[in-house]
């Protein structure tokens, strides 16, 4: 996955925002005012990018032993966030089903309120 598939995916889905509440460099999305994906833009120009994404504490314990791409969380709780490594050996369709399962679990994390404004924002 490139930073421009990456990027637009995350922007495509309902009620994303991107950020840079930490520094210049770090790219967060969020749903809802929370984060679900986070990046160095920095790494991608190296040639070394990952992305942190939220994941549920026991799948996120499973794709650790399962896949060496995938790590505790980089400068998050390494219980529920996975660092995940975009060297190309995981398949996009596979890093859209975890960036898909992190919107997820935040976005069921949000009151009933603000899921229903960014529903149906009218």
């Known amino acids: 996955m490139n930073l421009e598939t990456y990027y637009e995916y995350c922007l495509s889905k309902k009620g994303v925002s ?3 509440p930490f520094d210049e460099d770090t790219l967060v999305f969020k749903v809802g005012g929370k984060m679900f994906a986070l990046s160095s833009l920095s790494q991608w120009e ?3 990018p990952s992305v942190n994404l939220k994941c549920d504490p026991e799948r996120a314990q499973e794709l650790r032993a399962e896949y ?3 790590k505790p969380g980089f400068h998050m709780s390494k219980v529920h966030w996975n660092t995940i490594a975009l060297n190309g050996s995981l398949s ?9 399962h992190s919107y997820e ?13 960014i529903i149906d924002p009218r």
């Open 92 to 100: 996009t369709a596979f890093i859209k089903e975890l960036i898909d």
């Open 18 to 20: 991107e950020h840079f």
């Open 46 to 48: 190296k040639n070394e």
């Open 68 to 70: 060496d791409e995938i």
């Open 105 to 117: 679990l935040v976005f069921k994390s949000l009151t009933k309120k603000i899921q229903n404004e």
